[in-house]
């Protein structure tokens, strides 16, 4: 019985794709069949990714050259034992910053990324359809966020500097979907209808083999007492 009551929505009618914004949305925090989440959703985790790594690399690099340029500078005094331990003391210090400066760039420029393609994201998820109204849109309100601790100026000048830089990254982004042939948006719509249309054929197929496997058990246990009816009428 247990074993019946756990199998049963495996033969139920398979659920249609979302067809609601709100149910788009809570689809990209959900895992497949597979345990995979949504492409969308694995995106923005990669893009936070890099843009940790290019911050990092943005804010360590520079500060890590300076760091060792002014050791340099002031070490001229200093006596060490040979050349190599000076060599070793002006990368230490250098590295000393590039730990310091990068990670202060990496977190702002990764945070910036992951708020900007999960807003952008969810818009284009939201609306089913991809345009620079979500990219402007969604700079805008990073921008804003980030700068909102300075008041409405800073509100003001990081609401210009997000939309100044969400239309071309949103442009470039959808010239790149379209060379590929179709957007993200339109890759997704087309595995859903192509997953719905594979289950509801699977379904069908169980539906029909369950139908036939039903009538015959019917006619065998219905034959025995179609004969016995038959005998009481002769006599």
Do not use: C
């Amino acid at each position: 019985m247990a074993e019946g009551v756990g199998a049963q929505p495996q033969f139920g009618r398979p659920a249609p794709p979302p067809q609601t914004g709100w149910e788009r949305l809570s689809e990209l925090w959900q895992r497949d069949e597979r345990q995979r989440y949504p492409e969308e959703t694995v995106n923005i985790i990669k893009s936070a990714f890099t843009g940790g790594l290019v911050g990092w690399l943005y804010g360590g690099l520079p500060a890590f050259y300076q760091a060792r340029k002014a050791f340099i500078e002031r070490s001229h005094g200093e006596l060490f034992q040979n050349r190599a331990d000076a060599v070793q003391s002006a990368h230490r210090a250098g590295l000393r910053s590039f730990i310091r400066y990068g990670w202060r760039w990496s977190w702002r420029v990764a945070a910036f990324v992951t708020v900007f393609n999960t807003v952008s994201t969810g818009l284009s998820v939201y609306r089913n359809k991809t345009t620079i109204g979500n990219f402007a849109s969604a700079g805008a309100l990073t921008g804003a966020l980030f700068r909102m601790h300075l008041g409405l100026q800073g509100l003001a000048g990081g609401f210009v500097f997000g939309t100044a830089f969400g239309i071309p990254a949103g442009g470039l982004l959808m010239l790149m979907q379209n060379l590929v042939g179709e957007t993200l948006q339109e890759k997704r719509n087309r595995e859903r209808r192509e997953l719905y249309e594979q289950k509801l054929a699977e379904w069908q197929s169980r539906l029909s083999v369950t139908e036939d496997l039903v009538q015959t058990e019917s006619n065998t246990q219905g034959g025995p007492e179609t004969e016995i009816a038959r005998e009481s009428r002769s006599y």
